[in-house]
């Protein structure tokens, strides 16, 4: 009788789903597994859903997930993954993060995060002079409250021992990088065409469109100077500073962002300012005054005048909100 193959155990995935998740991220980690199978016509991955009840668990688009286990149950499995969305902050994770430590502690488990769910890895003290990637929205907030952390703008980190994807499309691409890890670039890409994907990114991408790519410009010195002005939202530079850094006249510069972005570099980088500055606030739990000192306003009252100016309401009304 000719051999048989050998039977492969595959490999079993656990989303560990926190209230508020995001269905997006969900969705584009799930369906590639989902559709591997399917071309493959082998049960390479298998899947289940852990919430804090171990019943339901509710996304930020209110759609309603079964679950099948609780956070302190969560069963063996090879790739645990956090996924959270908004308001994460705010919730009471001590149950998730005491198993993600018992999980790291006694098992080969591999650990990662998507969309926000960094920041519930940083709680369990996994993330520590790693590189992470975390969604945009929150990269602010995540720097000033940890700087132990190396946080890239990558779409993904997938060479850590603890992997994270920024979320929305960007777990499909982190999901279709462990697939090609698994099974070889062809069933990737069959993987990525059976979704209609054909813009897959690697992990070096950046989240948001480039400044190029969105202006259809591909000026070095405007993209050179804008790149300084977020190196340095703490203390900001003066144009004239970032004219000479960059080899130009500060006419020159004043040309450059006119013609490319109908603004001044002085307003471009005020509007810059003001934009982390409103992370911040709805973010994290900053004062007012270190929310200032921190995006490059020496003082308050300076601050509050032009955040009102910019937005139509003062910082103080801003974080009350939250309330």
């Given amino acids: ?15 560990a789903l926190v209230e508020d998740f995001s269905h997006m991220a969900f969705s584009c980690a799930v369906d590639p597994l989902r559709i591997a199978n399917l071309i493959s016509e ?9 919430s804090l009840d171990g019943k339901t668990a509710t996304s930020s688009n209110t759609s309603v997930t079964l ?10 499995c090879d790739r645990l993954f956090v996924l959270s969305g908004i308001n994460m902050q705010r919730m009471d994770h001590t149950v998730l993060v005491k198993t993600l430590r018992r999980i790291d502690r006694t098992t080969r488990t591999q650990i990662g995060a998507l969309c926000s769910g960094a920041y519930i890895l940083v709680q369990a003290g996994f993330l520590n002079g790693r590189k992470a990637a975390v969604h945009w929205e929150y990269h602010d907030s995540f720097l000033e409250s940890f700087p132990e952390v190396n946080l890239v703008r990558n779409v993904f980190v997938g060479d850590e021992k603890y992997i994270t994807a920024s979320g929305g499309t960007a777990t499909a691409d982190l999901m279709l990088h462990l697939i090609e890890r698994d099974h070889g670039y062809d069933l990737s890409v069959a993987v990525a065409d059976q979704m209609v994907y054909n813009t897959v990114r690697d992990a070096t991408s950046e989240q948001k469109v480039s400044l190029q790519s969105r202006s259809g410009m591909r000026n070095n010195h405007l993209a050179n100077a804008i790149a300084m002005m977020r190196d340095s939202l703490e203390d900001p530079m003066s144009p004239a500073i970032i004219a000479r850094e960059i080899g130009i006249s500060t006419r020159q510069l004043e040309r450059l962002f006119g013609k490319y972005l109908n603004s001044s570099p002085k307003k471009y980088f005020l509007e810059m300012r003001l934009d982390r500055a409103r992370h911040l606030l709805l973010q994290t739990e900053m004062s007012i005054v270190d929310v200032a000192m921190a995006c490059g306003f020496q003082s308050p009252g300076h601050f509050s005048r032009v955040y009102r100016t910019n937005f139509g309401v003062t910082p103080m009304l801003q974080k009350g909100r939250l309330d």
Avoid at 1 to 11: A, L, V
Avoid at 44 to 50: C, I, R
């Fill in 42 to 50: 082998k049960e390479l991955y298998t899947w289940s859903f852990a």
């Fill in 1 to 15: 009788m000719p051999d048989r193959e050998p039977t492969q155990i595959p490999q079993h995935f656990v989303f």
């Fill in 67 to 76: 679950a099948h286990n609780t956070f302190k149950d969560i069963p063996p």
